[in-house]
């Protein structure tokens, strides 16, 4: 069975395209991590706890409602196991309480984004108490605008430990050309949306990060390179 220069070069156009295809895949599945200040709350340092939130902004009248805390020695019964450094972030558990940030980073075209945040409740916390986990940006009037945002539901079953952070997640849709958002600076924001305080949350480790969305046209390279693919090889398994 011998291959015609024909069949070798819609094969080597095939490969090529699904190769092509595959590169832009990869890039949009590797997030790129994007700076954020005072991310695992190691600032202000303190030795037990201190109600400031360094490079962090609390709503007015909110100083004592969150704030720094140190971890206790390991061993203690008390430890949190996976902490990021040695301090965290407590949130008391009542309405409108919580902090933000602006980034130096800008939402561009094409990407969408994620903040992932290390989590506990503990205290007397009850069931169906709640956190938000916001992305927003700041219009030309000064307004807060979300871009996404998910709710947090405390219940034993999802928090069942005082010494082990949960991650949990709020994504973004696709920036497009021409939305509002494009080149503003990415607002975080941490919001506890019920609670009468007798309960708390523990945040640490505020990870940001970028990812590539592909544009309906990389799924067609690789569409057209894997049709290319089994076309040549099928023309080549049927020739005597």
Known sequence: MISTPLTVTRTAAASLTLAVGIGALANWANAASLPVANYSFELPATTFVDPRL?????????????????????????????????????????PQAGFSQILDSQYETGFQY???????????????????????????????????TTTVTYSPADFPSVTQLQDRQVVSAPVNPGDALAGKSIGLRITANSGDGSGYWDLDNVRVTSTIVPEPGTWALLGLGLAGLIAAGHRKSSRP
Do not use: C, R
Request: glycine letters at 14%; a negative charge.
């Open 114 to 148: 994620a903040m992932t945040v290390g989590m506990l409740a503990g205290g007397n916390i009850t069931t169906a108490n709640s956190l938000s986990l916001e992305l927003f940006y700041v219009d030309g009037g000064g307004a807060s605008v979300t871009v996404a």
């Open 54 to 94: 360094d490079l962090w902004t609390k709503p007015a009248g909110q100083d004592k409602l969150s704030g720094v805390f140190a971890n206790t020695a390991p061993g203690s019964a008390n430890h949190i196991t996976n902490l990021d450094g040695n301090q965290a972030a407590f949130l008391l558990a009542v």
